[in-house]
């Protein structure tokens, strides 16, 4: 999952939703420097992507990217996965505000920026002076996310046909996010009652 299906699953602490949006930073014993809710969200950040991974829609759906985006499905179907959880944020958030949302998730790294690794601290500002987290729910926005990877990450993300085929299958992608989100939230929140 991206961005927001890792902040969101975090609930509504802050630390930990800091923790989940970094876990992909933080490598091996690093994890020993963070206070224990940042460390328990990167933790959960960890478990989601494990589950998400072996999940048989996820996987289905890699397979259906292969042919077309090779060694980048699994990034892009992160990335189609916020869109829809972006456009249908009410449905999954007993009707929450994703703009209230944002705002809360934005200031709660601002309050814990000395926490964040480099890396972060390096777009952070960026990622929020442009409301990252709510511009997911739009093409344009998605296309904008897209065209920041494609410029820092890797050329090989190819934003217009990566948005051409987002447009071609949408019914079907919507359908396979529904199937598969409800699992992933039933799943988190198992594990939570489960670590207490």
């Known amino acids: 999952?991206?961005?927001?299906?890792?902040?969101?699953?975090?609930?509504?602490?802050?630390?930990?939703?800091v923790g989940n949006f970094i876990g992909?930073?933080?490598?091996?014993?690093?994890?020993?420097?963070f206070p224990d809710e940042i460390r328990y969200g990167i933790r959960l950040h960890r478990q989601i992507d494990s589950y998400t991974d072996n999940h048989p829609v996820v996987r289905d759906t890699v397979v259906m990217l292969r042919p077309e985006f090779g060694r980048y499905?699994?990034?892009?179907?992160?990335?189609?996965?916020?869109?829809?959880?972006?456009?249908?944020?009410g449905k999954y958030?007993?009707?929450?505000?994703?703009?209230l949302f944002s705002a809360n998730f934005y200031y709660a790294m601002i309050r814990n920026y000395t926490?964040?690794?480099?890396?972060?601290?390096?777009?952070?500002?960026?990622?929020?002076?442009?409301?990252?987290?709510?511009?997911?729910s739009t093409v344009?926005?998605?296309?904008?996310?897209?065209?920041?990877?494609?410029?820092y990450?890797?050329?090989?993300?190819?934003?217009?046909?990566?948005i051409d085929f987002l447009q071609r299958h949408f019914p079907e992608l919507e359908e396979r996010f529904h199937d598969f989100f409800p699992d992933l939230m039933q799943y988190v929140e198992k594990?939570?009652?489960?670590?207490?």
């Open 115 to 136: 926490h964040l690794p480099e890396r972060v601290k390096g777009f952070i500002w960026h990622f929020i002076s442009t409301n990252r987290l709510c511009r997911y």
């Open 153 to 162: 990450k890797t050329s090989a993300i190819q934003p217009e046909k990566t």
């Open 73 to 89: 499905s699994g990034i892009l179907l992160d990335m189609y996965f916020d869109h829809f959880l972006a456009l249908h944020f």
């Open 93 to 99: 958030s007993d009707n929450r505000s994703l703009s």
């Open 24 to 33: 992909d930073f933080v490598k091996g014993r690093q994890l020993e420097r």
């Open 1 to 17: 999952m991206n961005y927001l299906a890792h902040i969101f699953l975090s609930g509504d602490n802050r630390q930990r939703q």
């Open 191 to 196: 594990s939570e009652q489960e670590s207490w």
């Open 140 to 151: 344009s926005g998605l296309r904008n996310s897209l065209e920041i990877m494609a410029n």
